[in-house]
């Protein structure tokens, strides 16, 4: 006897997205769709593999990601180092420098898709999660920080989303956080004895991020920390200051968090995260800021460029906590048919049910009326068109509405398809 064969499964924290869930994430990518329409984004799809390079370049060798996250792997063909992508960002400007899109106008892009990051899965966090990512390169702003950030409310908006709260910062310009880097190394190094050991190892290579610590016994010598705040310069002030006037003025509300430095490193300027409190640890639901330094990091001609990414698993457990439905889509027809005249007439059917614009079903796979039906009606299809022999002869068909009162009635397709569009 042979061993049974066991059952290959997913990878932990790599989820398949089930049909029964799909019309949540329809609906969500279709609103993002229109909402990023209605601001002129235009859409690029990047590839899901890059060279390793890329993102240590972009991104960084001291962060999380870089660090512990990423699935790096050689290529057995050529020993290539590669890497699937853990964002978005460094793949989008890549391309962009690699086919030259900034050389007439400033661009403003978006693109969604799956990321993948070596965490340990738990609600909100997985292995392969899915972005929506924005972009726009050329500008050197506030307008455009104003921009993204107001038009990340009017998702919200869109979507209903509820509770969640933006936080913004500026993290200054280069200048001002190697002034303030100074302060902070000085004040760090007065009190070796208190931080861990992640902080020790940052203190000289990336002491901003000590900051960022999440270890709650580091929580009141983070508090008492010198402030980026208090190391900027006239010019970081005034981008500062007018993208909050421009956020006032459109009426979005914001809480200035002077912690708040991300987890990537290229960011300069304006940082900002919508957070929520009701998906426990994991409330970040989008993120993002200005990098006007990455283009030159990683070769390009030195540009100004501001982005974020949203977390879609995390929005639509929001939506799910908030007892969101999506919209229903229901096939307008499931086609049931009897007998050879009415099987060839069924197919007839069916097809220029399409030909109209309507969405039908054809049963397949035979069997009583009697147990079609019961397929009909557990399809969710609006009718029922039910053909047999008889209807065949007479090119007609019946037809029997599934989700609301009304008749059954025996019509021609003409007469079928009026009905079905009525309603
Ligand atoms: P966190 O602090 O939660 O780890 P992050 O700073 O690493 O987030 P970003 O790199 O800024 O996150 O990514 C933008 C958004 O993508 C996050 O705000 C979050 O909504 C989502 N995200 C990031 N990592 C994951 C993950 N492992 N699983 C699900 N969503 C994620
Ligand atoms: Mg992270």
């Known amino acids: 006897m042979s061993s049974p064969v066991s059952q290959v499964q997913a990878i932990r924290g790599m989820n398949d997205i089930l049909p029964e869930q799909s019309p949540l994430w329809e609906f969500f990518e279709d609103t993002v769709r ?63 420098l690699q086919h030259n899109l900034l050389y007439n106008a400033p661009q403003r892009l978006w693109y969604m898709g799956p990321m993948f990051r070596h965490e340990r899965p738990q609600k909100g966090r997985y292995r392969q999660f899915h972005q929506v990512g924005v972009e726009s390169l050329g500008f050197a702003g506030p307008d455009i920080d104003a921009e993204q950030i107001i038009m990340t409310a009017r998702l919200w908006k869109r979507l209903g989303l509820q509770d969640v709260v933006l936080e913004i ?76 006037a421009m956020l006032r003025a459109a009426g979005v509300e914001y809480r200035i968090n002077p912690r708040l430095v991300r987890g990537l490193d290229y960011y300069n300027f304006t940082v900002f995260e919508w957070v929520t409190t009701r998906l426990g640890a994991q409330g970040t639901v989008c993120a993002g800021g200005r990098y006007d330094g990455l283009i030159a990091q990683i070769g390009g001609k030195p540009a100004p460029a501001c982005g974020f990414a949203m977390g879609v698993e995390r929005l639509l457990a929001l939506l799910e906590e908030q007892s969101f439905q999506p919209p229903e889509k229901p096939v307008d027809a499931y086609v049931v048919h009897q007998g050879e005249t009415a099987d060839q007439f069924a197919f007839q059917v069916v097809e220029q049910l399409r030909d109209q614009g309507l969405s039908a079903i054809l049963h397949c796979g035979g069997g009583s009326f009697k147990s079609q039906m019961k397929k009909a009606d557990s399809s969710g299809a609006r009718y029922a068109v039910i053909i047999g022999d008889d209807e065949a002869a007479a090119g007609q068909l019946t037809l029997k509405p599934l989700r609301e009162l009304g008749e059954q009635a025996r019509v021609n397709l003409a007469g079928a398809i009026e009905i079905i569009r009525s309603k």
């Open 34 to 96: 229109d909402w990023l329409h209605a601001y002129g984004y235009k859409n690029i799809r990047m590839p899901i593999v890059e060279q390793t390079g890329l993102f240590k370049r972009a991104i960084g060798e001291v962060t999380d990601i870089v660090e512990k996250e990423m699935y790096t792997f050689t290529d057995a063909l050529n020993g290539e180092s590669l890497t699937l992508r853990p964002e978005g960002t460094a793949s989008c400007v890549r391309a962009v």
């Open 169 to 244: 910062n500026t993290l200054g310009s280069q200048e001002d956080r190697a002034r303030h880097r100074a302060r902070l190394v000085h004040y760090l190094e007065q009190h070796l004895d208190l931080l861990d050991e992640d902080s020790k190892r940052r203190l000289h290579t990336n002491p901003l991020r000590v900051l960022d610590s999440k270890n709650p016994a580091m929580h009141e010598l983070v508090e008492a920390a010198p402030k980026l705040l208090d190391d900027l310069d006239e010019a970081s002030l005034i981008h500062f200051d007018a993208l909050q």
